[in-house]
Nanobody
Framework: QVQLVESGGGLVQTGGSLRLSCAASARTLSSLHMGWFRQAPGKEREFVAA????????LYADSVKGRFTISRDNAKNTVYLQMNSVKPEDTAVYYCAATYYSITYFRSNYPYWGQGTQVTVSS
């Protein structure tokens, strides 16, 4: 069973930075592809970024490309999302997700999810 716990959310001003972390309980994190999704109030959960188990490939939503960076430290069983130049529209609950299959934009491809961490960007 894969358990994921997000942390690092909070209140940040427009233009500021925040780093989210996702700690995994699985000893096999190194074989899991990881993703970040977000859900704003009244909206569907949407893809943000993903990274392969080897960190050789990453994928980003157009809305965060150039501002957010996904990375991982398999030795620490942790995946990160560095958020720079944040905007009010980045306000959402951010979820960490994991899959053994492949990285995609589609949430249905990720069977394992964390509980989420709130990010609020003030204007």
């Amino acid at each position: 069973q894969v358990q994921l716990v997000e942390s690092g959310g909070g209140l940040v001003q427009t233009g500021g930075s925040l780093r989210l972390s996702c700690a995994a309980s699985a000893r096999t994190l190194s074989s899991l592809h990881m993703g970040w999704f977000r859900q704003a109030p009244g909206k569907e959960r949407e893809f943000v970024a993903a990274i392969t188990w080897s960190a050789r490939s990453t994928l980003y939503a157009d809305s965060v490309k150039g501002r957010f960076t996904i990375s991982r430290d398999n030795a620490k069983n942790t995946v990160y999302l560095q958020m720079n130049s944040v905007k009010p529209e980045d306000t959402a609950v951010y979820y960490c997700a994991a899959t053994y299959y492949s990285i995609t934009y589609f949430r249905s491809n990720y069977p394992y999810w964390g509980q989420g961490t709130q990010v609020t960007v003030s204007s």
